[in-house]
Nanobody
């Protein structure tokens, strides 16, 4: 079975940094686009970043552009999210998601319904 597992969340002060990791198993990792989403209580799930199979294309939501960086290591079946200059507004459950990447002309995908496989989430809390 496919399994997606996030780690690296925690409690940090505003201005601090965290690095999230997501490891997928049960799939051919370099056949998949990967993405990070987040969801705060009472809010819609927000797509914040995605990366295609070979990391030649990345995309960021305006809310995190310039502060967060997505990367992947296909040899480790892992995608990362480096989060810098964290703000209290970044507090949320962070989810990793995967969808098949056919290597066609790149179109960023940051809508939750576009993804097939999801992790259980890792909590990020940023204090004032």
């Amino acid at each position: 079975q496919v399994q997606v597992v996030e780690s690296g969340g925690g409690l940090v002060q505003a201005g601090g940094s965290l690095r999230l990791s997501c490891t997928a198993s049960g799939l051919t990792f370099d056949d998949y686009e990967m993405a990070w989403f987040r969801q705060a209580p009472g809010k819609e799930r927000e797509g914040i970043s995605c990366i295609n199979w070979n990391a030649e294309n990345t995309f960021y939501a305006d809310s995190v552009k310039g502060r967060f960086t997505i990367s992947r290591d296909n040899a480790k079946n892992t995608v990362y999210l480096q989060m810098n200059s964290l703000k209290p507004e970044d507090t949320a459950m962070y989810y990793c998601a995967a969808v098949k990447d056919y290597g066609l002309g790149y179109v960023p995908r940051l809508e939750a319904y576009e993804y097939n496989y999801w992790g259980q989430g890792t909590q990020v809390t940023v204090s004032s």
